[in-house]
């Protein structure tokens, strides 16, 4: 299973556009990029998944290069209920298991 | 998208004796579930994975005979911790997945659990 780094904790003002970066050196073939949200004592939240290029959702957008190797989830124009631990998953999807990094701690403030 | 439940949402039990945590795909089947534990400001830990009609498949370091799994039917998996410790509390959370046609992991609410 491919390991993915991401910076531990992130900083923001409300309104800015934060944009969080995840390395995954090791990604194979067949894995999907996939982003989460976790709020404390809830389950994680799918917010965005994809294999190459761009992504755009009505939350979120995910860049990929063509390599692969990392992956950059932006959120635009943050609020204070986006504070939260982001983690980036890398793998083959829904019925394979997935190992979880450290996520990145994302604080948005006033 | 898909919902996945979690049964009890908290639970609060003794030393010595045992839980049992039911994990539901609510519309639709799910092949396989994952079962993760999480300490207070760490990340998920991946304890094991469950899949319809076989035995579960455990991570390295996650004892079997305490930590019982069953996954009886398309849309339930129990997780059981028998004969439960203090150490043992922790925020367990379960997720499912489809089968390969899906590559998202749907997961659930997580049971919060305290052994006194």
């Known amino acids: 299973l491919a390991k993915t780094t991401q910076p531990i904790s992130m900083d923001s003002y409300e309104g800015q556009e934060v944009n969080i970066t995840c390395s995954h050196n090791?990604?194979?073939?067949?894995?999907?990029i996939t982003w989460y949200q976790q709020f404390p004592s809830q389950g994680p939240r799918f917010i965005i998944q994809g294999y190459k290029t761009k992504v755009t959702n009505e939350v979120a957008s995910l860049f990929i290069p063509a390599d692969r190797k990392s992956s950059t989830l932006s959120l635009p124009r943050v609020s204070l209920s986006d504070t939260a631990v982001y983690y980036c998953l890398v793998g083959e999807g829904g019925g394979f298991k997935t190992i979880f990094g450290a996520g990145t701690r994302l604080f948005v403030k006033a | 998208g898909a919902v996945v439940s979690q049964h009890p949402s908290r639970v609060i039990c003794k030393s010595g004796t045992s839980v049992k945590i039911e994990c539901r795909s609510l519309?639709?089947?799910?092949?396989?579930m994952f079962w993760y534990r999480q300490f207070p400001k760490k990340s998920l830990m991946l304890m094991a994975t469950s899949n319809e009609g076989s035995k579960a498949t455990y991570e390295q370091g996650v004892e079997k005979d305490k930590f019982l799994i069953n996954h009886a039917s398309l849309t339930l998996s129990t997780l059981t911790v028998t004969s439960a410790h203090p150490e043992d509390s922790s925020f367990y959370i379960c997720?499912?997945?489809?089968?390969?046609?899906?590559?998202?992991?749907?997961f659930g609410p997580g049971t919060r659990l305290t052994v006194t």
């Open positions: 519309d639709f089947q799910a092949t396989t």
């Open positions: 997720s499912a997945g489809s089968g390969a046609s899906s590559y998202e992991q749907y």
């Open positions: 090791n990604i194979a073939t067949n894995d999907y």
